[in-house]
């Protein structure tokens, strides 16, 4: 069982070919990385090619969080619910916004754009692990503002009752839950300067199943999640 180490990359290093270079220092078998975004991590497989002085090298399993969440969805079959498509949901609470709440035939050009605000705000909440009821904030025009999104949040679920969130979060949970998942015995975090709760709750897990797991992080980068880890 591991907790999370710290590494710190210098100032005037740039980070992914720190992190290769970090990485080269052990084998390089069973090993997961995490980065931020997918060009990041097509970038780090270079540089670790380009580094290794071997003629052939067996790269480690790199991926996101939420890549990573996507495969053991895959891999777990945790629901047999159908997920709805994530990118057709701003449309469809766009059209019940319109057909269904007064204050949105106002602005009929602007609902558009208020559905996506929305459907981020609803993701933004999950993902948090809070609840719509967990916004605070005085004044009749806050009061005006939180009925709204309840309303738009009614319409939404009982159009979309399983959304790419609810996956995430039935994955998540069911990682949680159970014993080791994944045939790794190094886990390594990098460049993560804003870990949503949900993955931070998975990250620790994953971190108890292996014998090594750390966390890279430049030296000028101020990051709370280090200490939640």
């Known amino acids: 069982m591991a907790q999370f180490a710290v590494s710190y990359i210098g100032y005037d290093e740039p980070t992914l070919p720190a992190l290769a270079k970090l990485l080269l220092e052990k084998d390089l078998t069973k090993t997961l990385v995490l980065l931020p975004s997918v060009r990041g991590c097509a970038s780090l497989r270079q540089h670790l090619i380009n580094q ?13 969080p939420t890549l990573l969440v996507r495969t053991l969805a895959e891999r777990l079959e945790t629901t047999q619910q159908p997920e709805f498509p994530g990118h057709l949901r701003e449309l469809v609470l766009a059209h019940e916004l319109l057909e269904k ?18 459907v981020n705000l609803f993701d933004e909440m999950r993902t948090a692990d809070k609840k719509i ?33 609810d996956l995430a979060l039935d994955v998540i949970d069911h990682v949680c839950e ?12 990098a460049g993560m300067n804003d870990i949503k709760p949900v993955h931070l709750r998975m990250l620790t897990h994953l971190a108890s199943q292996v014998d090594e797991a750390l966390i890279v992080v430049d030296q000028l980068t101020e990051n709370d999640t280090i200490g939640r880890l």
Do not use: C, H, M
């Not at 007064?102 to 559905?115: Q, R, Y």
């Not at 004044?139 to 005006?144: D, I, M, S």
């Not at 159970?178 to 975090?189: A, E, H, I, T």
């Open 52 to 64: 290794s002085d071997k003629k052939a090298i067996l790269l480690p399993e790199i991926t996101t």
């Open 133 to 165: 009821e967990d916004i605070n904030g005085d004044g009749e025009l806050f009061a005006r503002d939180l009925s709204r999104v309840q309303d738009a949040w009614s319409l939404y679920r009982k159009k979309i009752a399983y959304d790419p969130v």
């Open 101 to 118: 709440l007064d204050w949105a035939t106002e602005s009929k050009s602007s609902i558009p754009g208020i559905a996506t605000e929305l």
């Open 178 to 189: 159970s014993g080791k998942l994944l045939p790794v015995n190094r886990l390594v975090v």
